[in-house]
């Protein structure tokens, strides 16, 4: 049975996790089964004077997507459970589960899952295949958030915004405020319960203030963009930030994909070019990926002492412990001579992100800026369904067109090189920062500010003041009103569902 391997990661809270089913997770087993196909059951006439009988095609087609989910539920059984980390604390539950009690492949999935486990998850097919792929049908291609837990602002702002998506042909850039949807002032929606209906609709009028607060109303629709894995790779020099004797890079990485590793030596080139020394790594919005991609990462930043040395290892249950594995660091000819490595966290910050901080931490000057970090000490084995010789080529060169179901069980745990786990709490930062969403991503974003302020000063500066005049509650106790249900995205951390054309 053919068989690809390869690291994602996923970075959803567990009270989400059901609802929205997708992320960005750990390796990756693709095996299929094949499913078969029945004719349809025919009724033979009473006699030569009656019309004959049509099949009942509704009752064929139940029995058919009954036997169809038996086997899915077998063959996530057999080939995916065996691998799950807490096996020995589910065996004897699972073998006494009855597969006939569950209705949905969602739900007997879940009745697999050892309570601590708030990481495994399963997806259908078409949410595998636009990750994999970058192309995301039917959005508005921006992400929101709203930023309460330090600035007390109940506005609702753009956090990213994707090049080419509808939002970005129509000027939308980071740190706007969405205003209102069809003519309606947002907070009405908030309180009615209408806003992410309201949102999805397309075509959609809405109206965002600028960072001058200029209105910007415009109607578009929902449509489907190609995404890369970054956003932004610039040097910056004292022409930017005073005070600069050195260029300093920022790389603002959005997720780990192994089919956009150009986007990591690109990123590189250009820093190397530029005699980088000091660099900011942006993982604010990164939920993870695929481990070939964090593994580049590390082989470009990590230092010449760190060469060959292990900076991840992988630990599987005890029926595979055997399959242990420990990554190690090998150094590139382009790889970065770095005396500083800056990294940007949040609570979106997660799994291979968290890979790659705690991997090069021994090994270098690391310092966490931002937000403490998801926790995701763990990764899945993915495993795709169905499976026979035809859709595995399809697979193979990403046609998922066949694709039903991707199952992600937790199958190990992750340490660096000198044995420290990722904390399930997640990292702390090493100075707390709130996300600025007041502005675009650069040297004004006070993040971004701090940290060259740091490399110039030897000190990080103040926090910023709390801005309380931007909330849009104005009686106490109203607040509570204007917080938008946590709709999760199932890519990045605190956000309003970046891609409509996804929600279930």
Not at 113 to 127: E, F, N, T
Not at 194 to 200: A, D
Not at 314 to 335: A, M, T
Not at 414 to 436: A, C
Request: aromatic letters at 14%.
């Amino acid at each position: 049975m053919p068989l690809f391997l390869f690291d994602l990661y996923y970075m959803e809270k567990m009270n989400y996790l059901r609802m929205f089913r997708w992320t960005l997770v750990a390796s990756v087993i693709l095996v299929f089964f094949a499913v078969g196909c029945e004719k349809d059951d025919t009724v033979e006439p009473v006699n030569n004077k009656e019309e004959q009988k049509k099949p009942d095609k509704t009752v064929d087609s139940v029995a058919l997507a009954e036997k169809a989910l038996i086997k899915a539920k077998k063959y996530y059984l057999s080939n995916c459970y065996p691998y799950y980390y807490w096996i020995d604390e589910m065996d004897s539950t699972v073998k006494s589960l009855n597969m006939n009690d569950f209705k949905t492949m969602e739900s007997y999935f879940d009745a697999t899952l050892y309570s601590k486990d708030h990481w495994s998850w399963m997806a259908d097919g078409s949410y595998y295949a636009q990750s994999e792929t970058g192309e995301y049908e039917g959005t508005w291609g921006a992400s929101l958030m709203q930023q309460i837990e330090y600035y007390d602002d109940y506005s609702i702002r753009v956090a990213y915004v994707y090049p080419g998506s509808p939002f970005a042909r129509n000027g939308v850039k980071r740190g706007w405020t969405l205003t209102e949807i069809d003519g309606r002032a947002v907070r009405e929606t908030i309180i009615d319960g209408s806003f992410y209906s309201e949102y999805t609709k397309s075509p959609q009028t809405f109206t965002f203030l600028d960072h001058d607060s200029a209105a910007h109303t415009f109607t578009t629709s929902l449509a489907s963009i190609e995404t890369s894995s970054s956003l932004m790779s610039k040097v910056f020099t004292s022409l930017d930030f005073p005070g600069l004797t050195e260029p300093v890079g920022y790389f603002l990485y959005m997720s780990f994909k192994a089919d956009f590793l150009n986007d990591i030596h690109e990123a590189m080139a250009y820093f190397k070019s530029k005699d980088v020394h000091k660099l900011i790594l942006d993982l604010r919005y990164n939920g993870g990926g695929d481990s070939r991609a964090s593994k580049l990462l590390v082989d470009y930043l990590a230092p010449k002492s760190a060469n060959h040395l292990p900076f991840a290892h992988r630990c599987f249950n005890k029926q595979h412990s055997d399959e242990d594995v420990i990554d190690s660091i090998s150094r590139l000819p382009g790889s970065l001579d770095l005396d500083a490595l800056y990294v940007i966290g949040s609570d979106g910050t997660a799994s291979a992100s968290e890979l790659v901080i705690n991997g090069l931490r021994p090994y270098m000057d690391l310092t966490l800026v931002g937000d403490t970090t998801y926790g995701k000490p763990n990764g899945m084995y993915v495993f795709l369904y169905p499976n026979n010789p035809k859709t595995n080529a399809k697979y193979s060169v990403g046609d998922y067109s066949d694709l039903e179901y991707v199952f992600l069980p937790i199958c190990f745990y992750n340490k660096n090189g000198v044995g420290d786990e990722i904390p399930e709490d997640g990292f702390i930062p090493d100075n707390y920062r709130p996300d600025d969403l007041t502005h675009d991503f650069g040297v004004e974003e006070d993040i971004v500010k701090a940290c060259l302020t740091k490399i110039v000063t030897g000190t990080f500066p103040d926090l910023p003041a709390p801005r309380h005049r931007y909330s849009i509650s104005t009686r106490a106790g109203a607040a509570g009103q204007y917080r938008l249900p946590d709709n999760r995205s199932p890519f990045y951390g605190l956000t309003i569902e970046p891609f409509p054309g996804q929600v279930q």
